[in-house]
C-alpha cells in the first residue's frame, strides 16, 4: 500500500485542518489506517486509528474530542479533522496501515511521507 498525505499548514491556536491521506490500492478495506506525529526532538507518537470496516476508531487522550479520523472507501482516503489546535499539536503529520487496529508505529508497516503542522500562539 502507497500512502501519500496532504493538507498540513501554519495555522493560530483554536484554528483547525484537515489532514489527508490517499492510499493506492483497492483492498484499502483490509487495512487498519493511523495517523502519527513527531514533533521536533520527540518520538514519532500515535493521534488517531480506523478501521475500514467497520470503522472503530481510537485517540490519544491528547486529542481525544478536538481531532476526528474518518475514511471514505470508495475514494481510498482517510482524513483527520483537526479543530481547536494548539502549539504542542506543531508536528511532521504521518499516514500509516496495519492489518489490525494499533496504537503502536511499529505494528505498521506502510507509511505515508508526511506533512507538516504548525500551530502558533
Known amino acids: 500500500v502507497q500512502l501519500q498525505a496532504s493538507g498540513g499548514g501554519s495555522v493560530q491556536a483554536g484554528g483547525s485542518l484537515r489532514l489527508s491521506c490517499a492510499a493506492s490500492r483497492r483492498t484499502f478495506i483490509d487495512y487498519c489506517m493511523g495517523w502519527f506525529r513527531q514533533a521536533p526532538g520527540k518520538e514519532r507518537e500515535f493521534v488517531a486509528a480506523i478501521t475500514l470496516s467497520p470503522g472503530s476508531a481510537t485517540y490519544a487522550d491528547s486529542v481525544r474530542g478536538r481531532f476526528t479520523i474518518s475514511r471514505d472507501i470508495p475514494k481510498n482516503m482517510v482524513y483527520l479533522q483537526m479543530d481547536n489546535l494548539e502549539p504542542d499539536d506543531t508536528a511532521v503529520y504521518y499516514c500509516?496501515?496495519?492489518?489490525?487496529?494499533?496504537?503502536?508505529?511499529?505494528?505498521?508497516?506502510?507509511w505515508g511521507q508526511g506533512t507538516l503542522v504548525t500551530v502558533s500562539s
Open positions: 500509516a496501515s496495519s492489518d489490525s487496529l494499533q496504537t503502536s508505529a511499529g505494528r505498521y508497516t506502510s
